[in-house]
Nanobody, 120 residues
Framework: QVRVVESGGGLVQAGGSLNLSCAAS????????MAWHRQAPGKQRELVAS???????MYANSVKGRFAISRDNAKNMVYLQMNSLKPEDAAVYYC??????????????WGQGTQVTVSS
């Protein structure tokens, strides 16, 4: 079983910054991909940023140049540095991990989400 826990959300003024963290724990072979998604009230969940093992980060157009995703493989953690936050960035942010249980199979795990609120 893999446990995924996000932290770092909160209330920030527009133009401010937040750094989200996501930690994976449990027994597994490796983490192939790490991603952050978000869901605002009344909207579908959307991919914000992702990074595969050994790959380049990818971003939604709406956050390019403002957000940065990074991973620490030794600690099984992924981070999302969010700068120049806008009111439209407000949402529940979810961490999603593609975890390999062995060399042939992998599963997707989600955290419980962390709320980001941006005041104008």
């Amino acid at each position: 079983q893999v446990r995924v826990v996000e932290s770092g959300g909160g209330l920030v003024q527009a133009g401010g910054s937040l750094n989200l963290s996501c930690a994976a724990s449990g027994t597994f072979f490796s983490i192939n991909a790490m991603a952050w998604h978000r869901q605002a009230p009344g909207k579908q969940r959307e991919l914000v940023a992702s990074i595969r093992s050994g790959g380049a980060p990818m971003y939604a157009n709406s956050v390019k140049g403002r957000f940065a995703i990074s991973r620490d493989n030794a600690k099984n953690m992924v981070y999302l540095q969010m700068n120049s936050l806008k009111p439209e960035d407000a949402a529940v942010y979810y961490c999603n991990l593609e975890v390999a249980q062995d060399s042939r199979s992998s599963f997707s795990y989600w955290g419980q989400g962390t709320q980001v609120t941006v005041s104008s």
